[in-house]
């Protein structure tokens, strides 16, 4: 082979290697992955919202009812609606005792009966002071204790009050301030295990403003 043909055939042979080697490379270059992004961390930002919760008050005596325990909320802590419409009787001063204003509302007043059958009543009472005030729930007390109801203390929210037991009735009753709170429930209406907490949170809902 002369030389001329010989340098010509490594010169073919040359230009093959490089473009052998070129498609090499690009493949390598093109399995290379991309760089994996870093994760993004989220910024949490504090709430400045201030959530506020309406608490029992010694407040001046409502005139309604709506304002005291609205009849869907006893209803609600009942379980089920009570047969009947509500009613309300708004008391007079008292200045022996040193009550200056009452209101009694009734739940569950069956058709065509008096008040006195209603399944729940709720009272508030407000008194001149205080001391009026806490005299009032001790004489009531004693005097259901007197006529053999049983009596023992219950707390309600933050306060202590007195669940009383009777012969046809569960009671609890106590004071915040001047103002006075029973809760009276006909036996039967809630199980015996829970009356007592029935009794309590319609308390606390009567005591809590509107």
């Known amino acids: 082979m002369s030389d001329a043909r ?31 992004a870093a994760p993004q961390i989220p910024t949490i930002v504090a709430s400045t919202a201030v959530t506020t919760t309406v608490a029992p008050a010694d407040r001046p005596l409502p005139d309604d009812c709506k304002l005291v325990v609205p009849a869907v909320d006893v209803d609600g802590v ?85 669940l009383v037991t009777g012969k046809t009735e569960r009671m609890v009753i106590g004071s915040l301030g001047r103002t006075t709170y029973v809760v009276r429930a006909k036996n039967g209406v809630f199980p015996d295990d829970k009356v007592g907490a029935a009794l309590a949170a319609l308390a606390v809902k009567a005591l809590t403003p509107k």
């Open 78 to 162: 009942v379980g089920q609606p009570l047969d009947g419409q509500p009613a309300r009787i708004l008391g007079v001063p008292e200045p022996t005792v040193g009550r200056t204003g009452k209101l009694d509302c009734y739940y569950g007043i069956p058709e065509g009966r008096t008040i006195a059958s209603a399944a729940i009543v709720i009272g508030l009472a407000t008194y001149a002071d205080e001391a009026s005030a806490q005299q009032r729930v001790r004489d009531s007390v004693d005097s259901e204790r007197q006529d053999g109801a049983g009596v023992a203390d219950i707390a309600v929210e933050k306060m202590q009050g007195k």
């Open 6 to 36: 010989r340098l010509r055939r490594l010169a073919v042979l040359g230009v093959a290697v490089s473009a052998g080697c070129a498609v090499a490379l690009t493949g390598c270059a093109a399995a290379k992955r991309a760089p994996v």
